[in-house]
């Protein structure tokens, strides 16, 4: 499964000078670049990464996990990011615990490199999984974001894991690949919550393949067993503090929300013609749990009052509009390196166009193997369960590694379809 006894020696140099690379420039970045990649600041918290930060001092200082207005404890964020920092914290103090996440980071981003490596060998070969790990490397925000003090590192592993995992479990069917794919998906739960409903890509499949009932039901409790041990610390410690069952977060108002504006445009507010003045609080004097309500019921109050007077806008927004915001960018947000953003955003294009391209000529071929599919409906499915939110570059992230892999799929077909490749050979 992990294995490289079989790989020429090429390949594995290769493969090894990639990790390489990569980590030695992930490793340089942070040390010269240090807190400036902070998308907030410290002194007024006004953006996640900070926020983060923040929620892990106070973790270590008081054992109490806070978000927004400390020290009240929180259930708007998922806990596996503001943990680990404290873990790091605790051992390397309040600034030295944020480089040695971030070095952890870069190490997991190496990891993320070799389940790059093996799903592209799985589902093609060792050429295609080899062009894909070099087109990754000089994907830029495979440096910068490392930088970064966010979910995004730790959850795309653990996704990565869950699709390679899931590609194994539908293949062999084999009760400790689905075990595996239930111990990924509830780490990746407890990072960002949106990957909660993946199991819908496992039944697509099941479908496919023609699973049968009984197996389906086993695998099923298997996976669930495993996920509900997972998250059972936190939601015994959501119950204890908020005498409530939640699952996961209450935190979807405010991008329930702002997803509402058509091109995030909240000017429009003022000339829509709805009446607000129900909604009218103060933000301030309302708990998080209760202004996540708010923001949710006014999501409900402008949708059904607008999407009548302009129903084509607003199917073209919730789909083509939303979708190109996730898709069509970079997540990267700050230049490194003297690298423009213009650069890093011409090669993401062209890795788009390439993976779509790859995409659409996998599923031309005659001798296909239907476990492709299993990539491709992941790419889907992060693209779909934003759609209902604010959707960004930096939600479609986690999942850049499977589109990169159909991109070298299609160069190496490009490539072995060349008349005459051999002269390139010598």
């Known amino acids: 499964?992990?294995?490289?006894?079989?790989?020429?020696?090429?390949?594995?140099?290769?493969?090894?000078?990639?990790?390489?690379?990569?980590?030695?420039?992930?490793l340089i970045s942070i040390f010269y670049y240090g807190n400036t990649t902070l998308l907030g600041n410290f002194y007024e918290p006004n953006n996640d990464d900070v926020k983060f930060i923040r929620s892990a001092w106070n973790l270590v200082q008081t054992g109490v996990y806070t978000y927004h207005a400390p020290p009240n404890p929180t259930v708007f964020m998922m806990p596996g990011v503001a943990y680990t920092l404290a873990f790091f914290m605790s051992i390397f103090n309040k600034f030295g615990g944020?480089?040695?996440?971030?070095?952890?980071?870069?190490?997991?981003?190496?990891?993320?490199?070799?389940?790059?490596?093996?799903?592209?060998?799985?589902?093609?070969?060792?050429?295609?999984?080899?062009?894909?790990?070099?087109?990754?490397?000089?994907?830029?925000?495979?440096?910068?974001?490392?930088?970064?003090?966010?979910?995004?590192?730790?959850?795309?592993?653990?996704?990565?894991?869950?699709?390679?995992?899931?590609?194994?479990?539908?293949d062999e069917d084999k009760t400790k690949f689905y075990i595996l794919g239930g111990v990924a998906l509830g780490?990746?739960?407890?990072?960002?919550?949106?990957?909660?409903?993946?199991?819908?890509?496992?039944?697509?499949?099941?479908?496919?393949?023609?699973?049968?009932?009984?197996?389906?039901?086993?695998y099923t409790l298997a996976v669930t067993v495993v996920f509900c041990i997972i998250l059972s610390p936190w939601w015994i410690r959501n119950y204890k503090t908020f005498n409530r069952f939640i699952p996961f977060t209450l935190a979807t108002g405010n991008p329930m929300l702002q997803g509402t504006f058509i091109n995030y445009d909240q000017t429009t507010k003022a000339t829509d013609g709805l009446d607000y003045t129900h909604y009218n609080t103060k933000i301030s004097t309302l708990s998080e749990i209760e202004k996540n309500t708010l923001e949710i019921d006014v999501s409900k109050y402008r949708l059904k009052n607008l999407f009548p007077k302009e129903p084509l806008k607003f199917i073209y927004w919730y789909t083509i509009g939303k979708g190109s915001y996730q898709v069509l960018t970079p997540f990267y947000w700050r230049n490194i390196f003297n690298i423009k953003y213009e650069v890093a955003g011409i090669y993401h294009f062209i890795l788009l166009i390439l993976s779509f391209t790859g995409m659409i000529f996998y599923f031309l071929r005659r001798n296909k193997d239907v476990l492709g599919i299993l990539p491709i409906a992941s790419v889907v499915y992060f693209i779909l369960i934003y759609l209902p939110f604010f959707t960004m570059s930096r939600y479609f992230y986690p999942v850049m590694p499977i589109l990169i892999m159909f991109s070298a799929y299609i160069c190496v077909t490009i490539f072995e379809n060349i008349p005459f490749k051999e002269k390139f050979l010598k």
């Open 1 to 26: 499964m992990f294995s490289l006894k079989n790989e020429k020696r090429s390949i594995k140099v290769l493969l090894f000078l990639s990790c390489l690379i990569l980590f030695s420039l992930i």
């Open 98 to 170: 944020l480089t040695a996440f971030r070095i952890a980071q870069g190490v997991v981003q190496i990891l993320s490199l070799l389940l790059l490596f093996f799903i592209s060998r799985k589902i093609f070969n060792s050429k295609v999984a080899i062009v894909a790990v070099i087109l990754d490397l000089i994907y830029i925000p495979e440096i910068w974001v490392p930088n970064l003090i966010l979910t995004e590192i730790f959850f795309k592993f653990f996704v990565l894991c869950l699709i390679y995992f899931s590609i194994y479990a539908i």
């Open 187 to 218: 780490f990746a739960v407890l990072f960002r919550p949106t990957i909660s409903a993946y199991p819908i890509v496992i039944l697509i499949m099941w479908i496919i393949k023609k699973l049968s009932i009984k197996k389906a039901v086993k």
